[in-house]
């Protein structure tokens, strides 16, 4: 792990833990020793800032800090930070719609979500991919669409699994998958569909017991105990709702004595009076349901507290109380609108995912037509559509834009000394030598046989010369190849790349007449021979 990566891990870990105010102070520092400007440090960094401005409940801000995050994201390739990135901010546009109607926009949510999907697959640093795999998963679960969610967290489960080095404890993720399971559960409940719900407290049952075997750390403590209360709830449906209401209570109270609060203790409260009802005990049942009814508080999140009210509810209705009836066939008739609008919601999900691998493999078709499958570099259609491309910017007449044309000296006495498939390892050899001398803006292709050309983007003839030059000497290193090189250059306007074209290929015929391998650079007097 890298050291700018190992601090962003504490930071995140700072920032979400309740000192996002250090936090951002310090990974302001981080972004600023770069360049000076904010914009030019580590995505890494970006992401640090992003979370604690949304830590502090400042969206608008953690959303600007995203859209820097994305650009750095892009200059490093890195297609973890661009899924963190894009995902965060998704997360944060739906909690701006929350708050404001004029801000809904669920199309431009689920875009950034779907999009981050795309990038982050293949991301190769566990803990970018970690990150922004854990950030699609937030991003789904505040939109309850849990059949997106459980994926990204059991990928993260794997990856840290199985990089020593990640950050985190392991069991978190599924710690993670028990309480979704658990909520997909409560959901099913609230409109009926009783079977489906207990084969998601099942899975929850599973995850949990896992997650308290593989503890460890110096909290291991306070996880286990955070896992038995989850296998517990798990219980209170099926099998056990006696034991299920012991060990409830149990862990329920070792946690909330560390301190532990929030929704995940808020649902244990539900399942506490579920088990307590179906083991029997229907009155202590109703009182658990009561106090939890009276604890929720204002800005309560729906899940936990339509849960909490329709089993206080359905409780109240077995004694006969007409109001309670009342209210619970309100309630789930409000739930199954809900859950109409979660599938709406995933199916539109399920759709831009299709339109996305549409588009992908419509992208990927057309990279494979424009490289030449013998050496994996650009193909004359690449080249030509380059050119036309260079030619149509509105400041082409303006951009000095350089050619060079090359020719293979000796191609055919090597396919008839050796065969053809001696010649392609040469011609294989040769294209990976050239691309080795091209940096920064510029396109290497082959042009069909054994002909290739380059085209630089704001290049003269001089800078194309020296290129040219270190090709034919690195054509010369290269172990068991006979062949060289004769190379013609040329410059001239980006509007005018056609005759460029042709200059550069008359320059490298006067190289071939010459003797060929060397350079030779056009000039309206004459080629003169470079070397």
Same mark, same amino acid.
């Given at each position: 792990?890298?050291?700018?990566?190992?601090?962003?891990?504490?930071?995140? =870990?700072?920032?979400?833990?309740?000192?996002?105010?250090?936090?951002?102070?310090?990974?302001?520092?981080?972004?600023?020793?770069?360049?000076?400007?904010?914009?030019?440090?580590?995505?890494?960094?970006?992401?640090?800032?992003?979370?604690?401005?949304?830590?502090?409940?400042?969206?608008?801000?953690?959303?600007?800090?995203?859209?820097?995050?994305?650009?750095?994201?892009? /200059?490093?390739?890195?297609?973890?930070?661009?899924?963190?990135?894009?995902?965060?901010? &998704?997360?944060?546009?739906? /909690?701006?719609?929350?708050?404001?109607?004029?801000?809904?926009?669920?199309?431009?949510?689920?875009?950034?979500?779907?999009?981050?999907?795309?990038?982050?697959?293949?991301?190769?640093?566990?803990?970018?991919?970690?990150?922004?795999?854990?950030?699609?998963?937030?991003?789904?679960?505040?939109?309850?669409?849990?059949?997106?969610?459980?994926?990204?967290?059991?990928?993260?489960?794997?990856?840290?699994?199985?990089?020593?080095?990640? #950050?985190?404890?392991?069991?978190?993720?599924?710690?993670?998958?028990?309480?979704?399971?658990?909520?997909?559960?409560?959901?099913?409940?609230?409109?009926?569909?009783?079977? =489906?719900?207990?084969?998601?407290?099942? =899975?929850?049952?599973?995850?949990?017991?896992?997650? @308290?075997?593989?503890?460890?750390?110096?909290?291991?403590?306070?996880?286990?105990?955070?896992?038995?209360?989850? +296998?517990?709830?798990?219980?209170?449906?099926?099998?056990?709702?006696?034991?299920?209401?012991?060990?409830?209570?149990?862990?329920?109270?070792?946690?909330?004595?560390?301190?532990?609060?929030?929704?995940?203790?808020?649902?244990?409260?539900?399942?506490?009076?579920?088990?307590? !009802?179906?083991?029997?005990?229907?009155?202590?049942?109703?009182?658990?349901?009561?106090?939890?009814?009276?604890?929720?508080?204002?800005?309560?999140?729906?899940?936990?507290?339509? !849960?909490?009210?329709?089993?206080?509810?359905?409780?109240?209705?077995?004694?006969? !109380?007409?109001?309670?009836?009342?209210?619970?066939?309100?309630?789930?008739?409000?739930?199954?609108?809900?859950?109409?609008? /979660?599938? #709406?919601?995933?199916?539109?999900?399920?759709?831009?995912?299709?339109?996305?691998?549409?588009?992908?493999?419509?992208?990927?078709?057309?990279?494979?037509?424009?490289?030449?499958?013998?050496?994996?570099? @650009?193909?004359?259609?690449?080249?030509?559509?380059?050119?036309?491309?260079?030619?149509?910017?509105?400041? &082409? $007449? !303006?951009?000095?834009?350089?050619?060079?044309?090359?020719?293979?000296?000796?191609?055919?006495?090597?396919?008839?000394?050796?065969?053809?498939?001696?010649?392609?390892?040469?011609?294989?050899?040769?294209?990976?030598?050239?691309?080795?001398?091209?940096?920064?803006?510029?396109?290497?292709?082959?042009?069909?046989?054994?002909?290739?050309?380059?085209?630089?983007?704001?290049?003269?003839?001089? +800078?194309?010369?020296?290129?040219?030059?270190?090709?034919?000497?690195?054509?010369?290193?290269?172990?068991?190849?006979?062949?060289?090189?004769?190379?013609?250059?040329?410059?001239?306007?980006? $509007?005018?790349?056609?005759?460029?074209?042709?200059? &550069?290929?008359?320059?490298?015929?006067?190289?071939?007449?010459?003797?060929?391998?060397?350079?030779?650079?056009?000039?309206?007097?004459?080629?003169?021979?470079?070397?």
């Amino acid at each position: 792990m890298r050291e700018i990566t190992r601090q962003a891990v504490r930071l995140l =870990e700072q920032a979400q833990t309740g000192d996002a105010h250090t936090a951002l102070a310090e990974a302001e520092v981080e972004l600023r020793a770069v360049t000076g400007d904010i914009a030019d440090g580590p995505a890494c960094m970006h992401f640090v800032r992003a979370v604690a401005y949304l830590t502090r409940g400042e969206p608008r801000l953690a959303i600007a800090a995203t859209e820097l995050m994305l650009h750095a994201a892009i /200059r490093e390739a890195s297609g973890g930070w661009q899924a963190a990135a894009l995902a965060t901010r &998704a997360s944060q546009r739906l /909690r701006l719609g929350e708050a404001d109607a004029a801000e809904h926009n669920l199309d431009a949510v689920l875009h950034d979500l779907v999009a981050a999907e795309a990038v982050v697959a293949g991301e190769p640093d566990p803990v970018a991919a970690v990150n922004g795999r854990v950030a699609i998963a937030i991003g789904y679960y505040e939109l309850r669409l849990y059949e997106l969610v459980v994926p990204q967290f059991r990928t993260a489960y794997e990856m840290s699994s199985a990089d020593a080095e990640q #950050n985190g404890n392991r069991a978190m993720w599924l710690l993670n998958l028990a309480e979704i399971h658990l909520r997909w559960a409560l959901e099913l409940y609230q409109v009926g569909q009783v079977g =489906e719900a207990e084969s998601h407290t099942a =899975e929850a049952e599973a995850y949990a017991k896992r997650a @308290a075997a593989e503890v460890d750390g110096p909290d291991a403590d306070a996880w286990r105990d955070n896992a038995l209360l989850f +296998e517990a709830c798990s219980r209170a449906d099926r099998r056990d709702p006696a034991g299920a209401a012991i060990d409830i209570a149990y862990y329920t109270e070792r946690l909330e004595k560390r301190g532990f609060t929030g929704p995940a203790m808020m649902l244990a409260r539900v399942f506490h009076g579920v088990a307590l !009802s179906r083991s029997g005990y229907a009155e202590e049942a109703l009182r658990v349901m009561e106090a939890a009814v009276a604890a929720l508080p204002p800005d309560v999140e729906w899940l936990v507290a339509a !849960s909490t009210y329709r089993t206080q509810a359905v409780l109240m209705a077995n004694r006969g !109380s007409p109001e309670a009836k009342a209210t619970l066939a309100y309630g789930d008739t409000l739930a199954a609108a809900l859950w109409r609008q /979660r599938l #709406n919601n995933l199916q539109a999900a399920r759709t831009m995912h299709d339109l996305e691998a549409l588009r992908e493999q419509h992208e990927q078709m057309a990279r494979a037509a424009e490289l030449d499958p013998l050496t994996g570099i @650009a193909n004359r259609r690449a080249f030509d559509r380059a050119l036309e491309e260079a030619r149509s910017r509105p400041e &082409a $007449a !303006s951009t000095l834009t350089a050619v060079l044309i090359i020719d293979t000296d000796g191609f055919k006495q090597i396919n008839d000394t050796y065969g053809h498939a001696a010649g392609d390892t040469v011609l294989r050899a040769i294209a990976t030598t050239l691309a080795g001398q091209v940096s920064g803006p510029g396109l290497i292709a082959r042009l069909g046989g054994d002909e290739f050309a380059v085209l630089l983007d704001d290049a003269g003839a001089a +800078e194309a010369t020296e290129i040219a030059i270190r090709m034919v000497r690195a054509v010369h290193e290269l172990p068991d190849c006979p062949a060289t090189l004769s190379i013609g250059v040329a410059d001239g306007a980006a $509007a005018d790349l056609p005759d460029t074209v042709g200059r &550069a290929d008359d320059a490298m015929y006067e190289v071939k007449r010459a003797g060929g391998d060397g350079v030779g650079v056009f000039d309206h007097d004459g080629t003169e021979l470079a070397a």
